[in-house]
């Protein structure tokens, strides 16, 4: 791959990204030689690991490589059989500790997880737990060997521990006795590898011992008494012994070591591969990335991609086809609108592509695999181009137009720009013509005219622009293929306030031609605006209808399953029923044989005979269905306010708080509920006949009385009052009820603290016309609610 273009589309900067992801000194260095291939295969494999990173990374976590340090030279030394020190066994050991995570990372936690190609990798992963269990089991850190490392050594440092707390003691015992007065210090100190104290020079001749140092002004000298000369040598001797033993433990765990330099090799190979593969996903994730979909065609469709190194908030997506029904793709505009970016994008992307890296773009975006990708972009963007910049363009552009073939990839960055502008016109639209002809994929921006109609003109050349809007002289990024850009020179100098005389004699020099173009643009632009709008809004319904018929589809299986389960629940419910009928008939049958044989009392068949009836009574009570439609229809005139009234489908009473309307809803307090029920579901509940005569019969303050009765609701409400205030308003309540010959009152209470409805149950105990009460059943109000018999 040319290295050149590897600068100029910034690939590089790709690769430092990639390096910052890995965790170990390999990983980082297989990241940095990271280069495009141009194999298929190989493309596609480094595609799907790099898939297969992303999708283990967001379901696990990234894995940490910060174990997997550089062991080849150490396993070089064990080959020679030499003995390796502790730091270079505890790298080893970190090795195969890291190997061991990755080995339980790479598990399957459950049978639905799906097999990838990273599996052969953490499979081959041999974390040789015994090699590393020991090795930590001995060294501890770095500098410092456990006791438990070896017999022989625990019974040294056991040595050395008491022979340390002699020497101690004998010296504490000197500092503080009868040495005091001729010491400079109170203390104990160590010169070289020996314990001595601090004597004044004057009384060297007071204590006997071996001088091992003296101050810089000669006043103190560093004695080593000779009661711990002894000592001293004893635990210098120990002192070597340890370090003896240390090394015969650092050489077994070498040796055994050694017998699994392979294994060890192949570990930190894999370590480092996937640390690189993980990199990748890593990668992927953050850049929001997506494998792109490679072939062999030459085809090229980005489909809103995102420059990976602008910010991520700000860039605005681009989608981009190539290679398909035109190999040559020419980019118009004004400067600053984004022709550049875009250019560098399917290049970047070309090369990311074919690295093995996901691309930020959509799902489903198409590359080509390119042998070659060649770039000519400069990094001025003034108009105010010389002559050198022009021969350094043509320079590259012929360095590369001898290699290029119907494999390779030609960017260009304002072609032909820096010299006469009909000149430079011409001379692009002769290399783009014969890359064209040549069928190579071609990508150019431009602000020529010339190459606009040479686009328009020639087939299998496309045009495309960059939007720019004119009201607020920004350009809006969006690359519109099929629409060649217009300069809007003059609506920019009228915007930035350049007089409108100077622009309309500016107009004048433009030719018939020129405007006529101009004004073509504009209206492809706008028209590519509104069907760009409309294909979204379609898209948007699309979708919207897809939702709405997914959620139908499951509304329908849902009550489908509904259905069954009902169907099935009455099937088995309507079997018990028959069995429990079948065994009764038998049991009747065998009974009415028994009765017939037996001497039997008519008062016991009479019993029996009840027994039965009870059992039948409780059966059809039990598969009771209410009428869902009224005996007697009524119309919406027989309904008045407070008539009392029989929801059917609810099998409550209530009374009519609101007259029908029109479409025939009435509304109906039934206790707490309140509720609109059409008046077919309604039934009125007549009155007894036997109350009606007694009504008829009652005058003057009676017949007041009687009347005041008849409005009397099934059901009282007594919510939030105290117990008195409720005795009082339930004995007024229960004397109307009597009077009104009802069955049965509602006595609302709430369930609260429960005081409330023990007050009204002592009360209810002491009144002669309540027959019995009860708790109110489920669907009746539960124990928020008393129901009441009257006599």
């Given at each position: 791959m040319n290295k050149k273009t590897l600068t100029k589309l910034e690939y590089n900067k790709i690769i430092d990204l990639l390096s910052e992801k890995a965790s170990s000194f390999g990983g980082k260095e297989r990241c940095r030689h990271l280069k495009p291939m141009t194999s298929l295969a190989e493309i596609q494999s480094a595609q799907e690991q790099t898939d297969a990173a992303f999708t283990r990374i967001v379901k696990k976590g990234?894995?940490?490589?910060?174990?997997?340090?550089?062991?080849?030279?150490?396993?070089?030394?064990?080959?020679?059989?030499?003995?390796?020190?502790?730091?270079?066994?505890?790298?080893?050991?970190?090795?195969?500790?890291?190997?061991?995570?990755?080995?339980?990372?790479?598990?399957?936690?459950?049978?639905?997880?799906?097999?990838?190609?990273?599996?052969?990798?953490?499979q081959q992963l041999e974390p040789l737990t015994l090699i590393s269990t020991e090795i930590r089991r001995c060294i501890l850190e770095e500098d410092e060997i456990s006791d438990d490392a070896s017999s022989t050594l625990r019974q040294i440092r056991r040595s050395m521990s008491q022979i340390n707390d002699k020497v101690?003691?004998?010296?504490?015992?000197?500092?503080n006795g009868s040495l005091r007065t001729y010491l400079q210090d109170p203390i104990i100190t160590m010169r070289g590898d020996r314990y001595c104290i601090p004597v004044k020079s004057e009384y060297r001749s007071q204590v006997s011992g071996l001088i091992h140092d003296q101050s810089a002004t000669g006043s103190t000298l560093f004695i080593e008494p000779m009661a711990v000369v002894k000592l001293n040598n004893d635990l210098k001797e120990l002192y070597a012994k340890e370090q003896e033993e240390i090394q015969i433990?650092?050489?077994?765990?070498?040796?055994?070591?050694?017998?699994?330099?392979?294994?060890?090799?192949?570990?930190?190979?894999?370590?480092?591969?996937?640390?690189?593969?993980?990199?990748k996903g890593s990668l992927a994730l953050d850049m929001n990335a997506s494998m792109p979909v490679f072939n062999t065609e030459g085809r090229i469709h980005i489909r809103e991609g995102r420059h990976p190194l602008l910010d991520p908030k700000k860039v605005v997506p681009v989608t981009v086809t190539l290679g398909d029904t035109f190999n040559l793709l020419i980019v118009t505009g004004p400067n600053t609108g984004g022709k550049t970016v875009s250019l560098k994008t399917v290049g970047l992307f070309t090369l990311m592509g074919q690295a093995g890296l996901h691309i930020p773009a959509l799902d489903r975006s198409e590359l080509a695999v390119f042998q070659n990708v060649y770039a000519d972009i400069g990094d001025e963007q003034s108009i105010e181009q010389s002559l050198s910049t022009f021969s350094s363009h043509m320079t590259n552009i012929v360095s590369f137009l001898k290699y290029v073939n119907e494999q390779s990839l030609v960017l260009f960055d304002e072609l032909g720009a820096g010299t006469d502008p009909t000149e430079?016109?011409?001379?692009?639209?002769?290399?783009?013509?014969?890359?064209?002809?040549?069928?190579?994929?071609?990508?150019?921006?431009?602000?020529?005219?010339?190459?606009?109609?040479?686009?328009?003109?020639?087939?299998?050349?496309?045009?495309?622009?960059?939007?720019?809007?004119?009201?607020?002289?920004?350009?809006?990024?969006?690359?519109?293929?099929?629409?060649?850009?217009?300069?809007?020179?003059?609506?920019?100098?009228?915007?930035?306030?350049?007089?409108?005389?100077?622009?309309?004699?500016?107009?004048?020099?433009?030719?018939?031609?020129?405007?006529?173009?101009?004004?073509?643009?504009?209206?492809?632009?706008?028209s590519k605006r509104t069907i760009q709008k409309e294909q979204e809004e379609i898209s948007a319904y699309k979708r919207e209808l897809a939702r709405l018929e997914e959620e139908t589809r499951k509304k329908r299986e849902k009550l489908e399953e509904q259905k069954e389960k009902i169907l099935r629940d009455?099937?088995?419910?309507?079997?018990?029923?028959?069995?429990?009928?079948?065994?009764?008939?038998?049991?009747?049958?065998?009974?009415?044989h028994k009765f017939g044989k037996a001497n039997i009392s008519a008062a016991e068949m009479e019993k029996e005979r009840e027994r039965l009836r009870k059992k039948m009574e409780a059966t059809r009570s039990g598969i009771k269905i209410e009428s869902s439609k009224p005996q007697k229809q009524h119309k919406a005139s027989d309904f008045k306010l407070g008539e009392s009234v029989k929801v059917l489908s609810m099998n409550l009473t209530g009374s009519v708080t609101s007259l029908p309307d029109a479409k025939g809803n009435v509304t109906v307090q039934m206790g707490i509920l309140r509720s609109q029920v059409h008046i077919s579901d309604l039934e009125i509940i007549e009155e007894k006949p036997s109350y009606s005569a007694a009504k008829t019969r009652q005058t003057g303050k009676g017949k007041v009385k009687m009347s005041k009765s008849l409005s009397v609701s099934p059901e009282i409400n007594l919510l939030g009052k105290t117990v008195d205030e409720a005795i009082a308003e339930l004995d007024?309540?229960?004397?109307?009820?009597?009077?009104?010959?009802?069955?049965?009152?509602?006595?609302?209470?709430?369930?609260?603290?429960?005081?409330?409805?023990?007050?009204?149950h002592q009360y209810l105990r002491r009144q002669k016309h309540v027959k019995t009460f009860r708790l109110g059943a489920f669907g009746e109000g539960d124990s928020g609610v008393t129901i009441a018999e009257i006599k």
């Amino acid at each position: 791959m040319n290295k050149k273009t590897l600068t100029k589309l910034e690939y590089n900067k790709i690769i430092d990204l990639l390096s910052e992801k890995a965790s170990s000194f390999g990983g980082k260095e297989r990241c940095r030689h990271l280069k495009p291939m141009t194999s298929l295969a190989e493309i596609q494999s480094a595609q799907e690991q790099t898939d297969a990173a992303f999708t283990r990374i967001v379901k696990k976590g990234r894995p940490s490589f910060s174990g997997c340090n550089p062991v080849t030279d150490s396993l070089k030394r064990l080959e020679v059989g030499a003995a390796l020190g502790s730091g270079e066994l505890l790298r080893i050991c970190k090795l195969l500790e890291t190997a061991g995570r990755l080995k339980a990372y790479g598990r399957k936690e459950t049978v639905d997880d799906k097999e990838d190609c990273l599996d052969v990798y953490f499979q081959q992963l041999e974390p040789l737990t015994l090699i590393s269990t020991e090795i930590r089991r001995c060294i501890l850190e770095e500098d410092e060997i456990s006791d438990d490392a070896s017999s022989t050594l625990r019974q040294i440092r056991r040595s050395m521990s008491q022979i340390n707390d002699k020497v101690h003691s004998t010296l504490a015992s000197m500092v503080n006795g009868s040495l005091r007065t001729y010491l400079q210090d109170p203390i104990i100190t160590m010169r070289g590898d020996r314990y001595c104290i601090p004597v004044k020079s004057e009384y060297r001749s007071q204590v006997s011992g071996l001088i091992h140092d003296q101050s810089a002004t000669g006043s103190t000298l560093f004695i080593e008494p000779m009661a711990v000369v002894k000592l001293n040598n004893d635990l210098k001797e120990l002192y070597a012994k340890e370090q003896e033993e240390i090394q015969i433990i650092l050489a077994r765990l070498s040796a055994d070591t050694a017998e699994y330099i392979d294994s060890i090799r192949t570990d930190y190979q894999i370590l480092t591969e996937l640390d690189f593969i993980f990199s990748k996903g890593s990668l992927a994730l953050d850049m929001n990335a997506s494998m792109p979909v490679f072939n062999t065609e030459g085809r090229i469709h980005i489909r809103e991609g995102r420059h990976p190194l602008l910010d991520p908030k700000k860039v605005v997506p681009v989608t981009v086809t190539l290679g398909d029904t035109f190999n040559l793709l020419i980019v118009t505009g004004p400067n600053t609108g984004g022709k550049t970016v875009s250019l560098k994008t399917v290049g970047l992307f070309t090369l990311m592509g074919q690295a093995g890296l996901h691309i930020p773009a959509l799902d489903r975006s198409e590359l080509a695999v390119f042998q070659n990708v060649y770039a000519d972009i400069g990094d001025e963007q003034s108009i105010e181009q010389s002559l050198s910049t022009f021969s350094s363009h043509m320079t590259n552009i012929v360095s590369f137009l001898k290699y290029v073939n119907e494999q390779s990839l030609v960017l260009f960055d304002e072609l032909g720009a820096g010299t006469d502008p009909t000149e430079g016109a011409a001379l692009a639209i002769a290399i783009l013509n014969h890359l064209h002809q040549r069928g190579i994929r071609t990508m150019a921006t431009t602000h020529y005219s010339e190459l606009k109609v040479f686009a328009l003109s020639t087939p299998g050349v496309e045009n495309a622009c960059c939007e720019f809007d004119v009201e607020t002289l920004r350009p809006t990024y969006h690359l519109l293929i099929g629409i060649p850009g217009k300069s809007n020179a003059f609506a920019i100098a009228g915007k930035l306030g350049l007089p409108d005389y100077i622009i309309e004699e500016a107009r004048t020099h433009l030719t018939e031609q020129d405007e006529s173009f101009e004004d073509l643009l504009t209206d492809l632009e706008a028209s590519k605006r509104t069907i760009q709008k409309e294909q979204e809004e379609i898209s948007a319904y699309k979708r919207e209808l897809a939702r709405l018929e997914e959620e139908t589809r499951k509304k329908r299986e849902k009550l489908e399953e509904q259905k069954e389960k009902i169907l099935r629940d009455a099937n088995e419910k309507a079997f018990a029923i028959l069995a429990e009928a079948k065994e009764t008939a038998d049991e009747t049958m065998r009974n009415f044989h028994k009765f017939g044989k037996a001497n039997i009392s008519a008062a016991e068949m009479e019993k029996e005979r009840e027994r039965l009836r009870k059992k039948m009574e409780a059966t059809r009570s039990g598969i009771k269905i209410e009428s869902s439609k009224p005996q007697k229809q009524h119309k919406a005139s027989d309904f008045k306010l407070g008539e009392s009234v029989k929801v059917l489908s609810m099998n409550l009473t209530g009374s009519v708080t609101s007259l029908p309307d029109a479409k025939g809803n009435v509304t109906v307090q039934m206790g707490i509920l309140r509720s609109q029920v059409h008046i077919s579901d309604l039934e009125i509940i007549e009155e007894k006949p036997s109350y009606s005569a007694a009504k008829t019969r009652q005058t003057g303050k009676g017949k007041v009385k009687m009347s005041k009765s008849l409005s009397v609701s099934p059901e009282i409400n007594l919510l939030g009052k105290t117990v008195d205030e409720a005795i009082a308003e339930l004995d007024k309540y229960l004397d109307d009820a009597y009077l009104a010959h009802l069955s049965s009152v509602r006595i609302v209470h709430g369930k609260g603290t429960g005081a409330l409805r023990s007050g009204i149950h002592q009360y209810l105990r002491r009144q002669k016309h309540v027959k019995t009460f009860r708790l109110g059943a489920f669907g009746e109000g539960d124990s928020g609610v008393t129901i009441a018999e009257i006599k």
